[in-house]
């Protein structure tokens, strides 16, 4: 099981943080971060309820964190593992992840796929998200794997939707010439794209788009 411990930055201020897996004890932090990660108009059906986290605790509890600043949950992020064909990339998050059951959990995949990555907003400014996804890439190493895959949301596109398309945007947020909110961020975890996938989730911003991207382990480069 996974354990790390370290300090963040609150401005000039360090705070002790720890990154564990999660367990039962957490379930109803872990649907708080969700409500205030999430709030309406998402709807709250999509949060994550106690049978999802039970399946996450009981078939991979490697895949399942949760990092916390000074006792109190801050974030959480939740993979399973699946075998990927690069040649054959579309899917959808629901498919892939059993609509959050993880219930599609394979102990023989190749890839570290990514479910759910929340950090509260008030934590958001100390690198959580960051540190979480580095801890993925700690059990990729581990776990002899081929890569971390994930979609990531465009949430920027739909600003530029009627002017470029989906690939066209991804190549101007990786020149750096626009900035998306999530990747963005994923590009600073390093984190590279893969392909862009139609119809992924049902996200308005990103015109029902993601983009699947991956880090691949090192060391079996």
């Not at 709807?43 to 000074?70: D, K, M, Y």
């Not at 974030?75 to 609509?99: K, Y």
Request: glycine share 8%; with cysteine.
């Amino acid at each position: 099981m996974y354990r790390q411990e370290w300090y963040v930055f609150d401005g000039a201020t360090p705070r002790r943080a720890r990154i564990r897996n999660y367990t039962e004890a957490d379930f109803d932090g872990l649907i708080d971060i969700q409500r205030e990660c999430f709030p309406p108009p998402f709807p709250s059906e999509l949060w994550w309820n106690e049978t999802q986290l039970r399946e996450h605790v009981t078939r991979f509890p490697e895949g399942a964190l949760c990092v916390e600043v000074e006792g109190e949950l801050a974030g959480s992020m939740t993979t399973l593992m699946v075998r990927f064909d690069p040649a054959a990339p579309r899917h959808t998050w629901a498919e892939i992840t059993d609509e959050g059951y993880i219930r599609t959990h394979r102990p023989d995949g190749d890839t570290l796929y990514v479910v759910d990555i929340s950090v509260r907003p008030r934590y958001r400014r100390l690198g959580l998200g960051k540190w979480l996804m580095q801890s993925m890439y700690h059990l990729v190493v581990h776990k002899r794997l081929i890569r971390l895959l994930g979609g990531g949301r465009m949430p920027g596109y739909h600003r530029v939707a009627d002017r470029m398309c989906p690939e066209a945007y991804v190549d101007a947020v990786v020149r750096g010439d626009l900035q998306d909110p999530v990747l963005t961020f994923l590009l600073r975890c390093g984190r590279t794209p893969v392909a862009v996938v139609p119809g992924y989730l049902e996200d308005e911003e990103s015109r029902n788009h993601a983009v699947l991207m991956e880090w691949k382990n090192p060391f079996l480069a």
